[in-house]
C-alpha cells in the first residue's frame, strides 16, 4: 500500500465527508476543514422535511434526471448508482426504506441519527476535522490559507479535495465565494443559478391576501415541453414546490434569454429583474380529460350562480377557483371554452426566486477544468466533488446520489494519483 500521506478535505458537506471515509479507510491522514462552527449544517436541514437520500426508479430513468446535457454526471452516477448509496446508509444504521413515490428515505427520516453515526466512524477512522476554518485561498507555495479563530494559518497537504457546495442557503455555510478564488486562479467556473427554487408572480393584492400560504393541490404545471404534476403553494411573491421546481432549467434559460435574470458574474448571487415575462399553464384538473370536464360542466345549472357551480361540478376549491379568476377576463359560460380554461390557467412567471431559499445551485466548476477523475486540470492534486460541481437535477433524491457518487469518483482518483506520485 502507499505510505500514508496527508489529505486536506476542504468543506464538510456530505461530499467532503464521503470523500474523508474513503480516504481514511485507504490509511491516509485526512482533515477536514470546515468553516461553520459543526459540519454538514446543509444535510441537516435537507433532513427537516425529510431526508431523501435517492429515488428506486429503474436507473435507466433514474440518469436521465440530470438532463440531455450532462453526460459528465451521468457517468459518474452510473458508477455508484443509488443501491450502493442505499447500502452505505444501511451499513451505517441508518436503514432505508422506499416510499409510495420511489423516493428512498432512512427509517428515523431526520439527517441527524446518519449524521451521529457517521461522524462516530469517520472518527474511528482517525479523520480530523477541523470547524471555523474557513478556506480563504491558495498560497503562493501551492498550500491553503485558512481563517480561523486563532488567525490565519498555511497548509500545504499532498493532495487536497474540495467539497465547497453551492451558492444555495448560504447561511448554512456554502455561500460560493470560492468561485470567484478559482475563476481568478484561472480555474473555470460556469455562473451559479438558483435551482430548485421558487418562481415570482406579481399576484393581486387580494389574491395574496387570501391565498398566501394554501396549496394548488393535485395540479399539473407546464412549460416549454415540461410538464410536472404534484402541489405548488401561493407564496407572498409566487409559487414554490416540487411541481415548479420541475420547470425552472427551462424557465431560467427563457427569462435569462429577455434579460429579466442577471447573474452576478461568478459570486453565485441571483438577480435581478427587469421585464421579465414567462407563461407557465397549470392545469387544475389532471386526471380528467378536457371532453370528460366539459360534460360535468354542461349539466344544468339551475339556479346556482356560475362560480358555485363550476367549484361543484369540477370539484375545485377556493384557491384554485381564485386563480382561474386571478388569470384573467371573465369566466366562460360555454362548457367546453371552461373545461378549457381550468384545463389550461396562465400565469406568468416574472422572475425567479432568489439563491438565498433554493434547494440547490446549477453552475459550479466547468467540467471542462476536470479530469475523468475529477482532478483539476491545471492543478495536480487538487480535487473537487459535490454540488460545486457544473451539474443539475431535480428533487427527489437525485442531488444526494450526485453529491456522494461524485464524491466516490474524486476519492478514488485521489487514492490512484497518491499512488503513482509516491
Ligand atoms: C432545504 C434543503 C433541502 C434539501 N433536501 C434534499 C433532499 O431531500 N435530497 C437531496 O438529494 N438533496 C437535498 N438537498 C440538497 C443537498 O443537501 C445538497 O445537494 C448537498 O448538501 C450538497 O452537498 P455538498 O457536500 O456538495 O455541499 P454542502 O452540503 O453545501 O457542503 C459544503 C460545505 O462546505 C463548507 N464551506 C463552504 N465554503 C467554505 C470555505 N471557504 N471554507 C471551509 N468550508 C467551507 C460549508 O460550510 C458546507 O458545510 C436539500 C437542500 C436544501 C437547502
Request: glycine share 10%.
Amino acid at each position: 500500500m502507499t505510505a500514508a500521506k496527508d489529505v486536506a478535505v476542504i468543506g464538510g458537506g456530505p461530499a467532503g465527508l464521503f470523500t474523508a471515509e474513503i480516504i481514511a479507510r485507504a490509511g491516509h491522514r485526512v482533515t477536514v476543514y470546515e468553516r461553520m462552527p459543526s459540519p454538514a449544517r446543509k444535510l441537516l436541514m435537507a433532513g427537516r422535511g425529510g431526508l431523501n437520500l435517492t429515488h428506486s426508479e429503474p436507473i435507466e430513468n433514474f440518469l436521465t434526471r440530470y438532463g440531455s446535457e450532462a453526460d459528465k454526471v451521468r457517468a459518474v452516477v452510473a458508477s455508484f448508482p443509488p443501491s450502493a448509496l442505499i447500502d452505505w446508509a444501511n451499513g451505517l444504521g441508518a436503514e432505508t426504506f422506499t416510499g409510495s413515490s420511489g423516493r428512498v428515505f432512512p427509517r428515523a427520516m431526520k439527517a441527524s441519527p446518519l449524521l451521529r453515526a457517521w461522524l462516530r466512524r469517520l472518527g474511528e477512522l482517525g479523520v480530523t476535522i477541523k470547524t471555523r476554518h474557513r478556506w480563504a485561498g491558495f498560497t503562493p507555495e501551492g498550500g491553503h490559507a485558512f481563517e480561523t479563530p486563532d488567525g490565519a494559518i498555511a497548509v500545504k497537504p499532498d493532495a487536497t479535495l474540495f467539497a465547497l457546495g453551492g451558492a444555495s442557503w448560504p447561511k448554512l455555510g456554502s455561500d460560493a465565494a470560492w468561485a470567484e478564488t478559482f475563476a481568478s486562479a484561472g480555474i473555470p467556473v460556469t455562473p451559479l443559478a438558483a435551482a430548485n427554487c421558487g418562481v415570482l408572480i406579481d399576484w393581486s393584492e387580494i389574491f395574496r391576501s387570501r391565498f398566501e400560504g394554501s396549496a394548488l393541490k393535485r395540479i399539473a404545471l407546464s412549460y416549454a415541453g415540461d410538464t410536472a404534476r404534484g402541489e405548488a403553494i401561493i407564496t407572498r411573491t409566487g409559487l414554490e414546490g416540487g411541481a415548479i421546481y420541475a420547470l425552472v432549467p427551462h424557465l431560467r434559460e427563457s427569462l435569462r434569454a429577455q434579460g429579466s435574470v442577471s447573474l452576478a458574474a461568478l459570486g453565485g448571487r441571483l438577480a435581478e429583474r427587469e421585464s421579465p415575462s414567462a407563461i407557465i399553464t397549470v392545469d387544475l384538473k389532471p386526471d380528467i380529460e378536457e371532453a370528460a370536464l366539459a360534460d360535468r360542466l354542461a349539466k344544468p345549472r339551475a339556479k346556482e350562480t356560475l362560480t358555485n357551480f363550476i367549484r361543484k361540478a369540477a370539484h375545485l376549491d377556493p384557491p384554485q377557483l381564485a386563480l382561474i379568476r386571478e388569470a384573467g377576463a371573465s369566466l366562460p359560460e360555454d362548457p367546453s371554452a371552461l373545461a378549457a380554461r381550468i384545463k389550461s390557467v396562465p400565469v406568468t412567471v416574472t422572475g425567479l426566486a432568489s439563491i438565498e431559499r433554493a434547494i440547490s445551485t446549477a453552475g459550479g466548476m466547468d467540467w471542462t477544468a476536470l479530469t475523468d477523475d475529477l482532478m483539476i486540470a491545471n492543478r495536480p492534486g487538487l480535487f473537487a466533488a459535490g454540488e460545486m460541481l457544473d451539474w443539475e437535477a431535480p428533487t427527489g433524491g437525485y442531488l444526494l446520489q450526485a453529491t456522494f457518487a461524485t464524491a466516490t469518483r474524486a476519492a478514488n482518483g485521489m487514492l490512484r494519483w497518491l499512488a503513482s506520485a509516491t
